[in-house]
Each structure stands twice: as C-alpha cells, then as structure tokens.
C-alpha cells in the first residue's frame, strides 16, 4: 500500500499570493497599513533545518511554494498516496482577532484553489484562528464541507494550554465532522517557548518544542477533553517521539497518587494516550541503532500510534530515508499506511471514492 504523508508544508509564498483570497475590507487594510510579512520565526529562512538545499528554488531561497515542485519533491519520490499539507505561516498569531480568523480563511481558501485543486493527492489542515474560538468554530464548520480538509490545525505553543474549556467548542465542531485535532510545532510567541523564560537561540526554541507537547498532552488528559469528547483524536506533530514512554510512566505513576482531584480521568494516563493519541514519524530522534528503535517502540506499547511523515521541506534525513532503519517490515506498513488510514476517517472514505470511481 502506498505511503500516507501526514505533515508536509506548503510555503506561502508572499503576504501578495493570499490578497485575491481576502475580503474587500482586510485586503485594502493590508495594503494601506503595508502589513509586513507573516512567515512564522519558528522556521527562519536562514536555517538549514528550514528546508534541505536540494529542495529550495535557487532563485528565492524558498521552498514547496508551488504544487508542481512539491510534487515532484515529496511525492512522487516516495510514492506517495496521499499527504496532508499543514500551512505555518502566521495567521494564528495576529493579535487582532478578526484579522487573523480573516487571515486563517484565506491560507484555507489559498490552499483549496492553489493545491488541492491542482494535485489530487493533497489534502489539508483547516487553520484556525486560536484566539477565538467562536471564530475559529465557524471556520471549521465552513471548511468541513470540503472533504480534502481532513484535520483542524492548531499550534503547540499559545496564551492557554490547550485543555482549558474556552477551547472546547473547537474540539466539539471537529469531534462533529469526524476531523483529528493536529497539534503542531510551534507557537504563537504570547509566552516563552520554555518554563523559565525567554531563550536566546533559535536551537533552545527547537529543543523546548517537546516539552511543550508533553505539557498540553497532559492539559488535555487532566481537564477532562478525552472524557468530553470521546471519539475525538489529537495527532502531535514534529513533536519527535522519543520522550512518550517516560513521560506516560511519569504521569500514570503521579495520577495514582492524585486521581482524586481529576476524577474524571477514570482510565490511567497511558491507556488513553495509546488510544486517542497519535504523533507524525519526523523528526524521529530515537538512537540510530535498529535494535534500539525497536525497544524504543516496544515502550510504546502500541504499534498503531505512529503516523508516516516526511516534514518537507523541513531537513530531518537524507535522500528518501525518512523511515528510521531496523523497523519491522510489518510495522513500517502500519506506519506508512494502515494508521493513517485510521486516524484519519476522511483519507479512507476519500480512498474509497476514488476506488470506485
């Protein structure tokens, strides 16, 4: 069976490219204020972890800013079946809440017209604007009905962990259209990327990324949103993967102690995560030896909670080596396609369609 991308990034080429896809009034607010671009700082242009040098355009430095290069980059290359396009680029981090929901549905809208109408193989995140749930529930709700938008994307870092109630109404509307939550890499810079403040390299921000993860994993556990919403699912993205088995020992061991204050967390800490949780392969940061990562996945205790990913044009491997050397041929097939076809409800009846057609 084909490969499965869960997390490859179509670049926003120019704040321009999304102006025909804004409304009147936010169009001609940009262009008379001259609104800087948005290209996130969590991927500065300068970094090689940014993009491999093969696969950026020699002219602007920049790359996967058109469907035809990414196709012949990241898809072709691997075979691939389907991938699922995750745009960082910055609307979720405007202060101004109707700027960004104004932003959000324009990267939708861009994405819709620029690249899943031109590659039949890409499907997309619904970016939402994270300082408004009310907002960010009506772009779901507008977006659901296109059935190439296959998750809601939200970021790791933000002014709240991610399990405080004010972000339910985003989880029901996906819960309601059958969409994951993808948790991505990255933040919206109201706080510092680490417990103790501001850091001064771009490497302290990079490192402090899976911490971040394990800190609104566990938000999501002890405030109840695996009990609210049962069948939703939460994919972390560019997470890395190493860091889940002692971390669920650490809060299944602390959540014996202390399960009366969050008694609605009836099943231990571990179970729920193998259930409800799934994280994307890259960067996989597990040590290089084969035996070594498959005692890496024994911890895991599941085989159906990692999801093939490539990251393009993010650099984490060389040439097509984005599965880790030593998995079982068995595994790897899981990885590649049996879990995302599971997680992703969307991908398997669009699988289907295609099929019978």
């Given at each position: 069976m084909a490969p499965i991308d869960c997390d490859i990034h179509p670049t926003v080429p120019n704040l321009a490219a999304l102006l025909p896809y804004l409304e009147d009034i936010w169009r001609d607010t940009i262009v008379r204020r001259g609104v800087d671009e948005l290209t996130t700082i969590s991927y500065p242009t300068v970094n090689p972890l940014t993009a491999r040098a093969d696969w950026k355009d020699a002219r602007t430095g920049k790359a996967a800013t058109d469907v035809a290069t990414l196709g012949a980059q990241a898809l072709d290359p691997f075979g691939t079946q389907f991938a699922i396009c995750n745009c960082l680029y910055g609307a979720q981090a405007v202060f101004s809440e109707d700027l960004s929901a104004a932003l959000c549905r324009a990267v939708n809208n861009w994405m819709a017209r620029e690249w899943l109408d031109k590659d039949s193989r890409l499907r997309a995140s619904i970016v939402v604007p994270m300082l408004n749930a009310e907002m960010a529930v009506e772009e779901i709700n507008r977006c659901a009905a296109d059935?190439?938008?296959?998750?809601?994307?939200?970021?790791?870092?933000?002014?709240?962990?991610?399990?405080?109630?004010?972000?339910?109404?985003?989880?029901?509307?996906?819960?309601?259209?059958?969409?994951?939550?993808?948790?991505?890499?990255?933040?919206?810079?109201?706080?510092?990327?680490?417990?103790?403040?501001?850091?001064?390299?771009?490497?302290?921000?990079?490192?402090?990324?899976?911490?971040?993860?394990?800190?609104?994993?566990?938000?999501?556990?002890?405030?109840?949103?695996?009990?609210?919403?049962?069948?939703?699912?939460?994919?972390?993205?560019?997470?890395?993967?190493?860091?889940?088995?002692?971390?669920?020992?650490?809060?299944?061991?602390?959540?014996?102690?202390?399960?009366?204050?969050?008694?609605?967390?009836?099943?231990?800490?571990?179970?729920?995560?193998?259930?409800?949780?799934?994280?994307?392969?890259?960067?996989?940061?597990?040590?290089?030896?084969?035996?070594?990562?498959?005692?890496l996945m024994d911890h895991f205790g599941s085989d159906e909670m990692l999801l093939f990913s490539t990251d393009y044009p993010h650099w984490q491997f060389e040439g097509l080596n984005a599965l880790p050397e030593g998995l079982d041929p068995t595994l790897a097939q899981k990885i590649m396609a049996e879990n995302p076809l599971r997680t992703y409800p969307r991908l398997n009846q669009t699988a289907i369609r295609e099929t019978v057609s």
């Open positions: 059935p190439r938008f296959v998750q809601v994307l939200m970021l790791v870092g933000g002014e709240a962990p991610l399990g405080r109630r004010q972000n339910w109404p985003i989880y029901a509307a996906a819960a309601k259209h059958g969409l994951p939550i993808g948790i991505h890499a990255g933040s919206t810079y109201r706080h510092p990327v680490t417990p103790v403040g501001w850091p001064s390299y771009f490497t302290e921000d990079y490192v402090n990324q899976s911490p971040a993860f394990q800190s609104q994993l566990t938000s999501l556990i002890a405030e109840g949103v695996f009990a609210k919403f049962p069948d939703l699912t939460v994919v972390l993205m560019e997470s890395g993967v190493s860091w889940l088995p002692a971390y669920l020992w650490r809060l299944t061991k602390f959540w014996k102690g202390l399960r009366s204050e969050i008694p609605w967390v009836s099943d231990p800490p571990g179970s729920i995560v193998r259930d409800r949780v799934r994280l994307t392969l890259q960067p996989f940061d597990a040590p290089p030896k084969p035996e070594s990562i498959m005692r």
